[in-house]
Each structure stands twice: as structure tokens, then as C-alpha cells.
């Protein structure tokens, strides 16, 4: 509940410190005195349309303090951790309203999007007048005010459910079927091309692998032909070996005509016979450990220039080319099998339809019942409140052809306020007073079944008296054993059945403020008896007073 309003330079408010209670709190005072101020304070800070006329004149900037009392399981509980806000404590809506238009908003001091606020707001109060559109006159709520009074409200969770299941199922029906269709569209170039790469099986790392054993063939090839060049020259045609042999061998004929003469050149051109012949040996086994194929170049070559060619050609990397095949494959796959996926897909579809049309058909059912045992307890509340011939009615069209996540229903309140007259939506065929009293008297139907835990009503009894005004109060005041009702009045009637009394009034002649005092017992008589008797109060007016102060404790 709302335990607390602080206001600040908005309007005629100067400065205000509010503390409310549970139970029935009334706010009466003189016409113009500020009682309407307060209510757009308090809307302002629920998220309502903030502006800069709303600061009092000569601020720059007005302030809205709301803090809520609520409990763990509340709904404000669960908007506060969904958004990363403290859940600890009162909740605390601040509205910091500048006279530049700009507006400041801060839930649980953190600062926050007035779209946030108004959700909070939507949770923790509700405000319900003559001309107010935002409670139970919106029809999108009809629905779940009804699953609220009827306790339905888990069966149309269930409902929810379970046409997410059948939506999903559907999507992936219609999901796959696209999948075959396009697919399906590309199947000779699927095969054509799974063919071509089954063919040449492109392997991962391939490429870098057959590039690498390619530079070192083309560098053996090099080497091989200049070690080959260098053994022709040893052991081809014009090899100085067997010249410098056989001059070795007529020298070496002569040496023992000159004897000690010729034993070094004879020792000098063995040593270069033995060296040339070892380097022959030499050339000859490094010409035999070179390996170099020249086909095994060309079949290399030609296996890396195919793979790139591919990867060209499909506009893939190369590495690639084996994940390609492997998802056409797979797309080729699915136009063969894709058929049975179909056949499993509807049968699944087809199972979740019947459950959620099942469950759909059970809430309406149940709806429908709901919908007459509220009817008539709203209208067991009609005739105290002067509207004993108008009829409270619930219309609910069902439409199998028009599903939704709340089920076939739609759910919309209709009211008829006189025999022979046209029926229709509540907000557009009730008049401002019967309006009012509709609300009332759906809001006690309802008890606290889909409600806020405050409820504001302002000024509801406008334009009622005597009877019809006691209703009113005792109809409030049962209502507070629910939630936390807050009531704008100018009926005694109502006033008398509070629990706290609040008085507005204004005060000051150059700068005038509006103030708002609790009222202890003899202050509430007086002020009673002022609503009855008008400026100048009687005795009697006093001693009606206290008859209906007793009537409402």
C-alpha cells in the first residue's frame, strides 16, 4: 500500500508530507482547495504525463515522492529484479519535474525511464473516477479481471502455454518446409556440385600442405640440375680425369730418368686424380639422394591447381571446400528425407493444436460460468447505489477461427443503465455519475480479486445524496478490508465511514499553499458537519454529524 507521499513545489503545494495507513482514507475540504493537486501529484509519480505548468510558480523544479509498502510475492517485486533494481524494502517512486518540461525519474533511487515507472504505477495503484480511462473502463483488462474473479487466472497461464508450444511447432513446420522448397528449387546444382566435390574429396589442411611439398620439389629440381651439371663436367665427355691419368702415367714413366725430379708434381696430380674421383662419387650419391620426380611434381601441381580452382569457382576458401560439401550434402539430404521431417513436424503441430484448442475450449467454458457469477454480484450492488434498473453485462464472444495466447475469448464489460435502452461498452454508454458507481460496484464484486493493493477514488459521488451516498461509503469501507482505499469526497455520507480523515485547504494571500492536516474526532465533526450544513454550522448539523460517525465506526 501507499505509506507515504512526499510533495514538493507542485502547484499550489509548497511542501507536503503525507503518511497513510491502511483502511479507508477520506480527503475532504472546500471546492478549489487542492484536492485535485494532490491526485496529479500522485499520478505524476506513477508515470503520468509529467509538465512544466505542474511546478509551483517561481520553482524551477517540483518534486513527487510515492513509497509503497508491498509484499515478496507483489508483481512490483518481480518488475524490480527483471530490471536490476534493489528489491529490499518499501518500493520508491521519485518524480523530479522541471518548469522546463523536463522530467527526472528514479525507482528505488536508481534512475529509471518514465515507461518504467507507469509499469510500476499499473501494479501498485489504481485511480477511478468519472472520467478516468485507465482502471477497469479499459477493455483490454476485461479478460483478466474476469480470470481473476474466477480463479482462472493459472488455467489461462496454461492456456498461454500452450500456445507458445503450438506457434513454435508451427514455425518449425513452416521453417522446414522453406528449407525443402529452396532447396529443392537447387537440387541439379546441389548434385552437380556434391558429384564434383565427392570426386575430388578436398581435405582439411590440404592446400597448405600440397603448396608446401610443391616449393620443395621446384627447389630440389634446382638443386638436382646444377649438381647434374657439375657431375657432367667430372665424368662427361670433356672431364679432365682421364687427361691428367694418362699424363700421370708418362711422367710417371720418366721418373726414374730423373730421378727425386719429378716425385712432387707425381705426388701433387695423384692427390687432385684422387680428389676429382671422390668428388665424382660425391656428385653421383647426391644425385641419387635428391629426390625429385618430375611426374610427382606434375601430379602435385595439378591436385593443387584443381582444389583452387574449386574454391574459385564456389567463391570459398579452399580449407573450405570440405565444409561446403558436407552442407550440400546435408541440403541434398534433407530433399530426400526432408519429406519424413515434414510428416513428423505436422504430426506435432497437429498435437499441439488439439492440446492448446483442448485447454482453449475448457477456460472459455469455465469463463462463461465465471462471467454470469459476476454479473449477478454486481448486480447485487446495483439497486443501493440508485441503479436498481440498469443491468451489468459481460460480454464474451468466443471465436475458435481467431485463436490467441489468452484462448478464443474476448471479454469486454457492457452495461445497460435503463429498460429499453441499447446496451453497450460501459465507458462509452454509462453517464460520468453512473460510470462511478459501475466501478464501485465491479470493484467490490471483485474484492481485491485483480486489483492493486490502493485504490483512489475521486470524487465518485458526485452528484448523489442520502441514500444513495451512504451506499457509496459502506461500499468503500468494505472495500478497505481488501486493499488501501483513498477517496476524494464532498458526501459526509462517506466521510464518516473513515478511518482517517485528511482535510485539504489553503492558506497564505500573496503566495497561497495548499495543506493537509490529519483530523482527530471533534475536528472530524466539525468538518462533517460543515459538508452538511454548508458555511454556517448548526447544531443539528453537528448532531448529525456524530449519528453518522456512529453509523460508520
Not at 517512486?93 to 518514465?114: H, I, K
Not at 451489468?392 to 452495461?415: K, L, M
Not at 465491479?442 to 451516498?469: C, H, M, Q, Y
Amino acid at each position: 500500500m501507499l505509506v507515504h507521499l512526499a510533495i514538493r513545489d507542485i502547484v499550489l503545494i509548497e511542501k507536503l508530507d503525507l503518511t497513510l495507513g491502511a483502511g479507508l482514507s477520506v480527503l475532504t475540504g472546500e471546492t478549489g482547495a487542492g484536492k485535485s493537486i494532490l491526485l496529479d501529484a500522485l499520478s505524476l509519480a506513477l508515470g503520468g504525463r509529467g509538465d512544466g505548468s505542474l511546478v509551483r510558480h517561481g520553482a524551477t523544479q517540483g518534486e513527487v515522492t510515492a513509497v509503497f509498502d508491498v509484499p515478496g510475492a507483489h508483481a512490483a517485486r518481480q518488475l524490480l529484479r527483471d530490471n536490476g533494481l534493489d528489491d529490499d524494502g518499501d518500493v520508491i517512486l521519485r518524480r523530479v519535474q522541471g518548469a522546463d518540461g523536463r522530467t527526472r525519474v528514479f525507482v528505488n533511487d536508481r534512475p529509471s525511464s518514465v515507461a518504467l515507472m507507469r509499469a510500476f504505477g499499473e501494479t501498485l495503484v489504481e485511480i477511478h473516477g468519472q472520467h478516468d480511462d485507465r482502471a477497469l473502463v479499459d477493455a483490454a483488462a476485461h479478460r483478466t479481471l474476469l480470470d481473476a474473479f474466477g480463479g482462472l487466472t493459472a488455467q489461462a497461464a496454461k492456456v498461454e502455454a500452450a500456445y507458445t508450444t503450438w506457434r513454435a511447432a508451427e514455425a518449425a513446420l513452416r521453417q522446414q518446409r522453406e528449407r525443402i522448397e529452396a532447396a529443392a528449387r537447387e537440387g541439379e546444382y546441389l548434385r552437380a556440385v556434391v558429384d564434383e566435390l565427392t570426386i575430388l574429396a578436398p581435405q582439411p589442411g590440404e592446400e597448405e600442405e600440397l603448396a608446401a611439398r610443391r616449393q620443395t620439389m621446384m627447389r630440389s629440381e634446382k638443386i638436382a640440375g646444377d649438381v647434374n651439371e657439375a657431375n657432367e663436367e667430372l665424368s662427361g665427355p670433356g672431364s679432365p680425369v682421364p687427361g691428367l691419368a694418362s699424363l700421370l702415367r708418362r711422367l710417371d714413366r720418366r721418373r726414374e730418368e730423373i730421378p727425386g725430379l719429378l716425385d712432387g708434381v707425381l705426388e701433387r696430380l695423384g692427390e687432385a686424380l684422387d680428389a676429382l674421383s671422390d668428388a665424382q662419387v660425391g656428385l653421383e650419391q647426391a644425385l641419387a639422394r635428391i629426390e625429385f620426380d618430375p611426374r610427382a611434381l606434375e601430379s602435385t601441381e595439378e591436385r593443387l591447381f584443381a582444389l583452387r580452382a574449386a574454391g574459385r569457382k564456389h567463391n570459398v576458401l579452399v580449407d573450405d571446400l570440405p565444409a561446403l560439401a558436407a552442407r550440400m550434402a546435408g541440403e541434398l539430404a534433407e530433399i530426400d528425407a526432408g519429406e519424413e521431417r515434414v510428416a513428423q513436424l505436422e504430426g506435432a503441430a497437429n498435437e499441439t493444436r488439439e492440446a492448446f484448442v483442448t485447454a482453449a475450449r475448457a477456460l472459455s467454458a469455465r469463463r462463461q460460468a465465471a462471467a454470469g457469477q459476476l454479473e449477478a454480484a454486481v448486480m447485487a450492488e446495483l439497486p443501493d447505489l440508485k441503479l436498481e434498473r440498469a443491468r451489468f453485462i459481460i460480454r464474451q464472444d468466443t471465436h475458435e477461427d481467431a485463436p490467441s495466447a489468452a484462448g478464443f475469448d474476448t471479454v469486454e464489460f457492457w452495461v445497460q443503465t435503463n429498460p429499453g435502452t441499447r446496451a453497450g461498452p460501459m465507458m462509452k454508454v454509462a453517464s460520468g455519475g453512473e460510470l462511478s458507481r459501475f466501478l464501485l460496484a465491479l470493484k467490490v464484486a471483485l474484492a481485491d480479486r485483480g486489483s492493486a493493493p490502493t485504490l483512489v477514488f475521486d470524487e465518485i459521488d458526485t452528484g448523489v445524496g442520502g441514500a444513495v451516498a451512504d451506499a457509496i461509503g459502506r461500499r468503500l469501507a468494505r472495500l478497505s478490508a481488501n486493499v488501501q482505499v483513498l477517496s476524494v469526497t464532498h458526501a459526509p455520507q462517506v466521510a464518516a465511514r473513515a478511518d482517517t480523515h485528511l482535510l485539504i485547504s489553503k492558506s497564505g494571500e500573496e503566495r497561497v499553499s495548499t495543506r493537509v492536516a490529519q483530523m482527530d474526532t471533534a475536528a472530524r465533526r466539525e468538518e462533517i458537519a460543515r459538508m452538511l450544513a454548508g458555511e454556517h454550522i448548526t447544531e443539528a448539523a453537528r448532531a448529525a454529524a456524530v449519528q453518522l460517525m456512529g453509523q460508520g465506526s
